[in-house]
């Protein structure tokens, strides 16, 4: 009697839209791993999946709403943030995730995420940091780092970049993390942690870029920024935000920097409405919230 061939079920794979694969990311870049991770924080998060939703906006890491068999929306170019604040505030009881890249969520969508955090808006955004434009062409972005290579600076960047970490817990972000793509598992915790947090929550995911970034670099492939990471890594949690600048020829400084608790938007909101209306607002929040 011929043996079964035995197929492991992929636990990934009922997040996915199969149907849609494969990808169009290319060989050796990190969004396809990220997206791994979320997925595997999802099941061990226990979130209520019919209150799931996925936004984001444009660039590689954009195309992630559009794989995820999740209530999911592709918006345009920087505006992923307003979207997902226009879902929160009409659909409170919604965990409203914004997925996308450091190009799309720091360059046109900045002043977004600035306020956002400021507000203290009950969202998960996570960015894929691949040091570039990588959709467009490898023009330089707010994160290329000094003396890179990029389309836009072929004599090297000259502009600092941004230190993601500092300017969500400047805002007023309530957790903030960075982790790599060689941190698999410290990834998927932080995403874990991330959604079961009340307020406003961000996670850089510093990832290769090895068509347009590493090529232009001379810093090899995939599996070359895989090693590169494991290298120069330095876990440090709870480092000062202000210590953790991302430099190319220094540590990447990876961990859990920020997890406080602070009012939200919304409960704000509520808290100073009863303050002032009373009975009346009671009555009024009784039949928004059903």
């Known amino acids: ?9 992929n636990p990934v794979e009922q997040f996915l839209r199969m149907e849609r694969i494969p990808h169009i990311w290319c060989a050796g870049c990190g969004i396809g791993t990220s997206v791994n991770c979320f997925a595997r924080a999802l099941i061990e998060s226990k979130v209520d999946l019919d209150k799931v939703a996925i936004v984001s906006g444009i660039g590689c890491t954009g195309r992630v709403a559009g794989y995820l068999k999740l209530d999911s929306f592709h918006t345009t170019h920087g505006r992923a943030i307003p979207f997902a604040t226009g879902l929160k505030l009409a659909n409170p009881k919604l965990k409203v995730i914004v997925y996308s890249g450091d190009g799309d969520l720091f360059a046109i969508g900045g002043n977004h995420f600035i306020h956002a955090a400021r507000r203290n808006l009950d969202l998960v955004i996570i960015c894929v940091n691949n040091l570039i434009y990588a959709m467009t062409g490898g023009q330089v972005a707010p994160t290329t780092p000094i003396s890179a290579l990029s389309s836009t600076t072929p004599y090297g960047c000259y502009e600092p970049p941004f230190n993601l970490p500092q300017l969500a817990e400047a805002a007023g972000a ?65 480092a000062p935000t202000s210590e953790v600048a991302f430099d190319i020829n220094s540590d990447i400084i990876v961990g859990k ?16 409405l009863r303050e002032r209306l009373g009975e009346k607002y009671a009555c009024v929040e009784e039949v928004a919230c059903h």
């Open 174 to 238: 309530t957790y903030v993390a960075r982790w790599t793509t060689f941190h698999v598992r410290q990834l998927a915790r932080s995403m874990k942690e991330a959604l079961n947090k009340e307020g406003f929550s961000f996670i850089e995911i510093i990832s290769p870029c090895p068509t347009l970034y590493q090529r232009r670099n001379r810093m090899g492939d995939g599996l070359d920024a895989m090693k590169f990471y494991k290298q120069r890594s330095k876990i440090r949690n709870g």
């Open 257 to 272: 920097f920020v997890d406080r608790t602070r009012p939200t938007l919304l409960g704000t909101m509520h808290h100073q």
């Open 1 to 9: 009697m011929a043996e079964l061939e035995v197929i492991p079920e």
